[in-house]
Every structure is written in structure tokens, then in C-alpha cells.
């Protein structure tokens, strides 16, 4: 049974360049979370798809963006990238009958910005 | 407003000895809680969770946590230590009407020592 798996595992980019990461949940999994975690910081939490909608927004800029997939794969890109959007970049995916209250991570994506 | 407190940044503990991490949270709704495991480069693990009945909660690799709703903590213990728990410790807290939204503490470093 595949887990939650993201690509690609490490990105480096330029500042004002824009970035797109991808998540697989894993099976049986409907609903997918993006979280972005600096360097010795815990995970903020970005926004939540559920039925191919944003269903929950953190306090981030429009900058951010996703989809969600019929398949229910899921994308966070990120517009305008800043020396601040460097950080790890985690999915989390659940089921929305288990009530989300269980959610499992991926790898993450090692986003860095020069 | 609702906060995730993880008092202690760093802790070092001999291997064998008894580790107790502490997490406390302030929410108004009622919460489930969780603790997550985080290796050096890795994503999350999940090690327990709460989200009703027995206060006293076992996970994974011999780790246990208890729910005491009067001091609002949820405190993760492991009675002796071995070396491969050294990592980055997460509390995190979501309710029932933050649909799968979690907040993470900022986290505990945990070093073994021989």
C-alpha cells in the first residue's frame, strides 16, 4: 500500500520564479493538505482540497494556489517565489468519512529560493 | 486565540532513561490531539493520537501520552529511551469544526546520549 508520496524531492529556484509541487495521497485517501515548514519551525498549514475545492485557507498570500485532481493527486504552486518561501513543503492526505482527523505525510519537497 | 506550546526547544536524555515531552494548548472547541515524529530530512510520522474516551493513549515505538483536559496539556512519555528515538518531536491539535485543519507546536529536538 503506497503512501503519501510528493515530487520533486528537492527544487532549488529564483526569486520572482514560480514553482509547482505535487502530491500523490495515499490509496483510499480523498482529501489532501499542504503545509510549508521552515527551518526549526513546526508545519503551517496552507490550505485543504477536498472534491477537487479549497475547502480551508492558512494565512497565506494568493501567492499560493492549488488543484486537486479527479483522481484526487493535488498541486500547490507558488507565484512570485521570495527568498522566504524556502522551506520544506509537506502533503498530508486523509479520508474525509474517517473525519480528517488523521492525516498522513509525505517525504515533503525541499523548496529552496536564491 | 488558539496556540500549540511545546516549552522545551531541546532535550537531552541518556539512552534508557525515561523521556516526557510537553505540549499545551489553548482552543476553545474540543480538541483532538496528536503527536508526530520527525527524522532529520524526513516527513512526519504519526506516533498517537486523542480524540475521545481514555485519557491515557498508546503509540507506536513504546511511546504513550496523556490527555488532561483540566491543565489543557497532552504530555507524550516513553519509559526508557533508545538511541533511534533521537529526532524532532511535533504536538499538534485540531477540533471538529477546523475540518482537518492542524496546528503544529513548534517542536522539541530530542538527543540521545550514549
Known amino acids: ?4 508520496t510528493q515530487s520533486p524531492t528537492h527544487l532549488i529556484k529564483t526569486r520572482g520564479q514560480q514553482v509547482t509541487l505535487r502530491c500523490s495521497p495515499k490509496s483510499g485517501h480523498d482529501t489532501v493538505s499542504w503545509y510549508q515548514q521552515a527551518l526549526g519551525q513546526g508545519p503551517q498549514f496552507i490550505f485543504q482540497y477536498y472534491e477537487e475545492e479549497e475547502r480551508q485557507r492558512g494565512n497565506f ?3 499560493f494556489s492549488g488543484h486537486q485532481f479527479p483522481n484526487y493527486s493535488s498541486e500547490l504552486n507558488v507565484n512570485a ?3 522566504g518561501d ?22 515533503g519537497t525541499r523548496l529552496t529560493v536564491t | 486565540a488558539q496556540s500549540v506550546t511545546q516549552p522545551d526547544i531541546h532535550i537531552t536524555v541518556s539512552e534508557g532513561a525515561s523521556l ?10 474540543t480538541p483532538y490531539l496528536f503527536w508526530y515524529v520527525q527524522s532529520p ?3 512526519l510520522q504519526l506516533l498517537l493520537k486523542y480524540f475521545s474516551g481514555d485519557t491515557l493513549v498508546q503509540g507506536i515505538k513504546g511511546f504513550e501520552a496523556e490527555f488532561k483536559r483540566s491543565q489543557s496539556s497532552f504530555n507524550l512519555r516513553k519509559p526508557s529511551v533508545h538511541w533511534s528515538d533521537a529526532a524532532e ?5 485540531g477540533t ?4 482537518g485543519k492542524l496546528q503544529f507546536g513548534a517542536g522539541t529536538q530530542v538527543v540521545v546520549t550514549p
Open chain 2, 41 to 43: 530530512g524526513q516527513g
Open chain 1, 81 to 83: 517565489l521570495l527568498l
Open chain 1, 1 to 4: 500500500d503506497a503512501g503519501v
Open chain 2, 20 to 29: 516526557e515531552l510537553r505540549c499545551n494548548y489553548s482552543y476553545g472547541a
Open chain 2, 89 to 93: 518531536y511535533f504536538c499538534a491539535v
Open chain 1, 61 to 63: 498570500p494568493d501567492r
Open chain 2, 96 to 99: 471538529t469544526d477546523s475540518w
Open chain 1, 86 to 107: 524556502s522551506a520544506l513543503y509537506l502533503c498530508a492526505s486523509s479520508l474525509l468519512g474517517q473525519g480528517n482527523y488523521e492525516q498522513y505525510f509525505g517525504p
